[in-house]
């Protein structure tokens, strides 16, 4: 049987999914070429990925980097054409050409591009959480009526898929009808507390960025490493599963697992619990995503059975973690049509911010997101262009806030 190169358009190259996903790459150049690479404000990275894989187009998201960006790759012959801006983007997201869409983009700058993947129809590998946390509504809608295909690389999101029934797996819009009738009583997600599980409630009120970013377990980028410390991840997690399997809040639960070796899991009504077992890198996940429905090699060991392996579960601090509680609670809003989990994401992001800029103590993270929620999350948002313009209110008011 002859196999077919999947051309691969990554979103967000030069950011860890962007990384992961060119190491999957990397082992396998006979199954995947690089078709397209975006990039912000890291063009060196950009420059030394676009030498290496010689895609066929590169984006630039940043303005007024295009003089600068060809420079890097002065004399190399290349077949790449630079294209820089929104549009520029949108319009080659939606190519017929491409197999695989990996939307890596961190935050609300990867909305657009991944929903106009979405209602092209291409088979989208997703990690940019803040897409569905923002519109989650319109995604489904999209693959109701382009036939795309979304399938889940955030690493719990990803267990949950692979320890469902096979039919839902092959499904493209799972429901929580869908669920119950396969016999699944609930979808766990497993959190590992980040690096602030073990640390006194009074001492929070001090730290600092570089010590939110110190993960256990996980390398990734600032804001996904202090969403982690926060557990607002974890938050923004529980409303993707939601989204992405079409079940309510109440249908998922959370548990505290330190070691980040199960990943997620799904119980039945029979009693039994299927769970997601893997040593923790992102690479597992993406390249479920790409070779699925088959497997291939990454960079990352199985797991040996023959050493001592200790698994801890232990319950939520929510008290010690207020974000989470109100992600849980935009979500319930947002069951009832209102608009608070796009809120909840604009908010956190200019928190976030604000508390890398030295600008706000890390326990004022959910204070300035809760301030948003009581003014803004009953509002209402039915298509991209209300989104928008909801999130930059949110966005607008948070500074304000500051």
């Known amino acids: 049987m002859t196999q077919v190169t999947k051309n691969v358009f990554l979103l967000g190259a030069t950011g860890s999914i ?46 007024d980097s295009l003089s600068t960006f060809k420079s890097l790759l002065k004399g190399h012959a290349l077949r790449t054409e630079i294209l820089e801006g929104q549009d520029e983007l949108l319009s080659l997201i939606v190519k017929p050409e491409i197999d695989v869409v990996i939307a890596g983009i961190v935050g609300k700058a990867g909305l657009e591009p991944t ?8 088979y989208i590998l997703l990690a940019n959480k803040e897409s569905m946390v923002m519109a989650g509504p319109l995604f489904r809608k999209a693959i109701l009526e382009s036939q795309a295909r979304i399938f889940p690389i955030d690493s719990e999101h990803n267990a949950l898929f692979q320890t469902m029934p096979g039919e839902l797996q092959s499904s493209s819009l799972v429901t929580q ?11 766990v997600l ?10 006194p409630k009074e001492e929070l009120v001090n730290v600092t960025p570089a010590q939110a970013c110190k993960h256990p377990n996980w390398a990734m980028g600032a804001k996904v490493s202090i969403d982690s410390a926060s557990l607002m991840n974890k938050g923004l997690e529980l409303i993707e599963a939601c989204y992405l ?36 890198s992102m690479e597992v996940p993406i390249a479920s995503g790409l070779a699925y429905p088959e497997r291939h090699t990454t960079g990352v060991k199985p797991m040996r059975w023959d050493q001592m392996l200790e698994l801890q579960f232990l319950p939520l601090p929510y008290e010690k973690f207020p974000c989470f509680s109100l992600a849980r609670q935009a979500m319930a809003q947002a069951e009832k049509g209102q608009g608070a989990t796009i809120v909840l994401n604009a908010a956190n992001e ?23 929620l009581d003014r803004f999350g009953v509002t209402e948002a039915h298509d991209l262009a209300d989104i928008l313009a909801l999130d930059q209110e949110v966005r607008d008011a948070a500074i304000d806030y500051l």
Do not use: W
């Open 350 to 372: 200019i928190a976030v911010d604000a508390f890398i800029n030295g600008k706000l103590g890390f326990t004022q993270i959910p204070n300035l997101v809760e301030q948003c």
């Open 177 to 187: 009808a869908a669920c119950e009738s396969h016999g699944i009583h609930q979808l």
């Open 190 to 199: 497993t959190a590992s507390g980040g690096p602030f599980l073990h640390t």
């Open 115 to 122: 929903l106009a993947a979405a209602r092209a129809g291409q």
């Open 18 to 63: 962007g990384e992961n996903t060119l190491n999957v790459i990397r082992r396998h150049p006979d199954r995947y070429n690089v078709f397209g690479l975006t990039g912000h404000s890291n063009l060196k990275l950009l420059a030394e990925l676009t030498i290496e894989f010689n895609p066929q187009y590169v984006v630039l998201t940043s303005t």
């Open 245 to 280: 399997f079409g079940v309510s809040q109440s249908f998922v639960d959370v548990v505290v697992h330190p070691q980040s070796i199960v990943h997620s899991m799904v119980t039945y009504v029979d009693g039994s619990t299927l769970a997601h077992f893997s040593n923790p």
